[in-house]
């Protein structure tokens, strides 16, 4: 996969080191037709938008992402 050299050299520099990329806005495309700003919003685990087992699925990839990312202890 070809990457643009601006990725490639941002992904292959320590991470942190590098400028943000660039976004480019299309100018034919004019103003945002809305403002979106995100927010955060919170859901109680037994809430009708949930479907049944969202929330035991969330804490079990939780946990497995968890697993992966700790660092093995080395026994001597």
Do not use: I
């Amino acid at each position: 996969m070809l990457l643009p050299p601006a990725l490639y050299s941002r992904l292959a520099g320590e991470p942190g080191a590098a400028e943000p990329l660039p976004v480019e806005r299309n100018p034919a495309a004019g103003e945002a037709p809305f403002r979106y700003a995100p927010r955060p919003v919170r859901f109680p685990r037994d809430h009708e938008f949930f479907e049944d087992g969202d929330v035991q699925r969330h804490l079990y990839l939780q946990d497995m992402l968890t697993q992966v990312s700790e660092t093995p202890e080395k026994s001597m």
